[in-house]
Every structure is written in C-alpha cells, then in structure tokens.
C-alpha cells in the first residue's frame, strides 16, 4: 500500500517556466489537499478537493491551478513560476474530512531561479 | 475560521528530560485537533488526535497530550525525552461545521534533544 505518492521529489525550475506536480493516493479517499511549507511558517492550504470534479482554493492559491478528475489524482500546476513559489509542496488525503486526519507524501522541493 | 498559535519556535531539552510543546486554538465550540511530527527531509505523521470523549490523548512514540477547552489548548508531552524525537512538531486544528473540509496548521515547533 503506497499511500500518497508525489514527483518529482526535487525541481528546479527557472522564472517564467511551468510545471505540474503530482499527486497520487490509492486509498480511495475522497479529500485531497495541496500545501506549501515554508520555514517558520507552518503549512498554508493551496486547493483542496473533497471529490472528483470538485476543487476549492484555500489560503494562498493565486499562481497555482489543481484539477481532479479522479478519485486517485490531484495534479498541482504552476503556470509562470515565480521566486515566491520557492517552497515544499505536500499534498495529503483524508477520507471524508479533516477528522479522520490526514495522510502525508513525502514533499515535493521546489526551487526557482 | 479556526487558528492555531505555537508559542515556541525552538525548545531544547536534554535526553532523559520531561517534554511540554505548547499549542492554543481559536474556535468557537470543540474542534478537532491533531499533534503531527516532521522529521527532516521527510513528510508528516500523525502523532495522535482528538476527537471527543476522554481529554488525555494516548499517541505513538509515548506521546500524550491533554485538551483544556477553559484555556483553548492541547499541549503534547512526553515524560522521558529520547535523541530521535528532535524534529519539528505541527499542531493542526479542524473545524466540525461546513467549513470543516481541511486542517490548519500551526508554525510549528523545533525539537533539539541534547545529550
């Protein structure tokens, strides 16, 4: 059982440039999350989706885009990154809601340059 | 909309020592609150959670932490603190009403274990 899997693991990419980062759980949960953490600062909702055609933005979605259109992926993509969009990125599942708790990937790092 | 404050940024404690990481919500009636650990490099995992019933919370790696509703809190502890707990320690909170669809975190807490 993978849980949730995220790629790449490292990115650099340079202003200007696009790039999707994956997010695959094969739970069958319903709720899928994107975070970013950045140092100090805990982690801050992206999007979120509580189903499959179903996405919602959270604390700090402009510059980011998510789609759903399975229950297993939730792609996060970034269409003119910026140096602001230096962070990790996480994404979790839950499945049904944030009582249940969430399961982690591992992180995507991402650098821009 | 629920928030979460962990006063420490830093606590340094030496193996062996007692283990008090602080956390304080705002909500307005009970939330659901989580303790996740983070070590470096490395995703989150759950800890322990509350959801109701018994205020003292029994968790993984000997962890505890008790909710305080009178004082809005749910602070993690360990009696005996071992060199693989130092990490850093998110607190997370999640609403039981309809906006109750994601966890908010709080800045989080770096653990260093001196031996």
């Known amino acids: 059982n993978a849980g949730v899997t995220q790629t790449p693991k490292f990115r650099i990419l340079k202003i200007g440039q696009s790039m999707t980062l994956q997010c695959t759980q094969d739970m069958n949960h319903n709720y899928m999350y994107w975070y970013r953490q950045d140092p100090g600062m805990g982690l801050k909702l992206i999007y979120y989706s509580v189903g499959a055609g179903i996405t919602d933005k959270g604390e700090v979605p402009n510059g980011y885009n998510v789609s759903r259109s399975t229950t297993e992926d939730f792609p996060l993509r970034l269409e003119l990154a910026a140096p602001s969009q230096t962070s990790v990125y996480f994404c979790?599942?839950?499945?049904?809601?944030?009582?249940?708790?969430?399961?982690f990937g591992s992180g995507t790092r991402l650098t821009v340059v | 909309a629920q928030s979460v404050t962990q006063p420490d940024i830093h606590i340094t404690v030496s193996e062996g020592a007692s283990l008090e990481l602080r956390c304080n919500y705002s909500?307005?009636?009970?939330?659901?609150l989580f303790w996740y650990v983070q070590s470096p490099g490395q995703g989150l995992q759950l800890l322990l959670k509350y959801f109701s019933g018994d205020t003292l919370v029994q968790g993984i790696k000997g962890f505890e932490a008790e909710f305080k509703r009178s004082q809005s809190s749910f602070n993690l502890r360990k009696p005996s603190v071992h060199w693989s707990d130092a990490a850093e320690y998110f607190c997370a909170v999640g609403a039981r009403d309809e906006y109750g669809n994601k966890l908010v975190f709080g800045a989080g807490t770096i653990l260093r274990v001196k031996s």
């Open positions: 909500y307005g009636a009970t939330p659901y």
């Open positions: 979790a599942s839950s499945l049904s809601g944030p009582g249940y708790g969430y399961t």
